[in-house]
């Protein structure tokens, strides 16, 4: 039911968004909305609101790039002290909605852990 609130679920939010440049940096790049900087993709614990792990990307990096995702998730839970014996749900953008991210997500399933994962699309 929408507007419900999960009860002993760590909910992690994956995204990318676009930090414009004014100047020539390392990684800058021209983005796919033609403007100038990075395109980092970020994991932020939507339960606490806390960001967890964050991979600073050049501007032109692809937007579902399946060993980007699978990165920060790996080191987002990292930061997650009982991320081996939970139930985690992970929401991610129909960009981050790629096989190879779904086939890692199925991966870490175990007889402690469950993990499940939405796609929020628009």
Same mark, same amino acid.
């Given at each position: 039911?929408?507007?419900?609130?999960?009860?002993?679920?760590?909910?992690?939010?994956? +995204? !990318?968004?676009?930090?414009? !440049?004014?100047?020539?940096?390392?990684?800058?790049?021209?983005?796919?909305?033609?403007?100038?900087?990075?395109?980092?993709?970020?994991?932020?614990?939507?339960?606490?609101?806390?960001?967890?792990?964050?991979?600073?990307?050049?501007?032109?990096?692809?937007?579902?790039?399946?060993?980007? $995702?699978?990165?920060?998730?790996?080191? *987002?839970?990292?930061?997650?002290?009982?991320?081996?014996? !939970?139930?985690?749900?992970?929401?991610? +953008?129909? !960009?981050? *909605?790629? $096989?190879?991210?779904?086939? $890692?997500?199925?991966?870490?399933?175990?007889?402690?852990?469950?993990?499940?994962?939405?796609?929020?699309?628009?």
């Amino acid at each position: 039911m929408p507007g419900r609130r999960l009860t002993g679920w760590i909910v992690i939010d994956l +995204d !990318a968004t676009i930090i414009t !440049a004014a100047s020539k940096k390392e990684l800058a790049a021209v983005t796919f909305k033609k403007t100038f900087g990075f395109h980092p993709l970020v994991a932020w614990c939507a339960n606490t609101r806390e960001s967890l792990a964050m991979e600073l990307r050049p501007g032109d990096a692809g937007a579902n790039t399946v060993a980007d $995702h699978v990165r920060v998730l790996v080191s *987002a839970l990292e930061q997650m002290s009982d991320s081996s014996h !939970a139930e985690i749900l992970v929401r991610v +953008d129909g !960009a981050g *909605a790629t $096989h190879g991210l779904l086939k $890692h997500l199925e991966a870490l399933n175990t007889a402690r852990r469950k993990v499940r994962y939405r796609w929020a699309g628009r």
